[in-house]
Each structure stands twice: as structure tokens, then as C-alpha cells.
């Protein structure tokens, strides 16, 4: 089974400033015929189904905004939140969606100082 | 508006069966692959299973933790998804999501949740 581990587990970070959570994945999920990382990002907020923001590591999903993004390649992916704002706090989880069993990270939670 | 919204689930005890499903709407369900995750305070977002579509033979594919006990279905005619759970666990306390697999891009819908409460 592809291990996806995520840092850090959580983190605090200011209104306005830039919050970085990191993935890694024990193997690579770069699918070849296409080649993209197959590799996604989903924010998490109490009471709702989680949301995708990013997919193939860098895509942002339509309507996500453009303070989220994705990068990263081969088996280290970073999302990046700019100019974080209050409806950011939530856990974070990659997912990778390569191979079966499709796997997540453990999750990071974000919290807004 | 593409929908997919989930009914089933609630308390069950340990060995009991549970069936979830879920109906899609605003999009066209037989051409997807579909699965179900499952979210536990303890260890997160945990993939379950998946049924592919017709071309590919619905084939079906299962988290080992899940193998054996679990089997997911789908009635194209219905736009109809359904989880049936046997020999359920403790462990499998959750809430369950059914999730539209998009074309390479990951989960990119999702039901509301449906919450399997596995308890004596």
C-alpha cells in the first residue's frame, strides 16, 4: 500500500499570513499515460463532506480560490494557503489516487491565530 | 446541480448488517466510477471500496480492513448506489460517503454522510 504522511499534524498561523502543509507518499503516483501526479488535496470542516481543492498536485478545482495551491512532484507535494482567512480552519488531507488501496495522509489541522 | 444523497445508516450491534445508499441526480451516473470513504475521529479519511461501470464490467474493488464483509452495488436504471455491510465491527463506526471518482482528478463530489454507529 502506497503510506501517504503529512506535516505537520497541526498548525497555527495568522490571519492574512501563509500557512504550507507537506504530503509525502512512499511511492510515486505518477501516472505515466497521462502524465500527472495522481495526487489530491481535500479541505475538511465540521458537520460538512469534505471538499476537493486540488487534484493531479497542482489543479485547482473550479470555484476553489485562488489562495490555494498545489505542488510538488514524485513523492513530496506541499498546499499552499496565501493570505489565509478565518473560514480556512479545517483538516487538510492529501489522497493518493494511483494505485489501490487509494490512500490518505492522516491529516493537518489548520487553526486561525 | 449535480447531488448525490445518501439514506441508511444509524445503530447497529456488533455482527448486524447495515445497508447505505445513495442516489445520484444532475449528472450521468452510469459513466462513473463510484466509492465509498468513510471518516473516523481516529483515523480519518479511510477509502472503502469502489465499483467501476459498465465497460468495465462493474468491477469492484475493497479496502482489505472491509474485504469480504462489505459489497458495493449500483443500479444504473435507479442512479443508485448501495453499500451492504455484513458482519459489522465496532471499528466500522463512521460516517460513510458515497463519492463520484472523476476522471483522474480524485473525489470531486461528494453525499452529505451518512453516520454507522457499530455498538452493543
Redesign the interface.
Known sequence: DVVMIQSPDSLAVSLGERATINCRSSQNVLYRPDGNEYLSWYQLKPGQPPKLLVYWASTREPGVPDRFSGSGSGTDFTLTINRVQAEDAAVYYCEQYYSSPYTFGQGTRLEIK | EEKLVQSGGGLVQPGGSLRLSCVVSGFTFRIHFM?W?R?TPGK????VG?IKDKPNDYGT?Y??SVKGRFTISRDDSKNLLSLQMNGLKTEDTAMY?CVR??Y?????R????TLVTVSS
Open positions: 466509492d470513504v471518516q480519518g479519511l479511510e477509502w469502489r474493488d479496502a482489505a460517503y471518482a472523476g483522474g482528478k480524485g473525489y470531486d461528494w453525499g452529505q454522510g
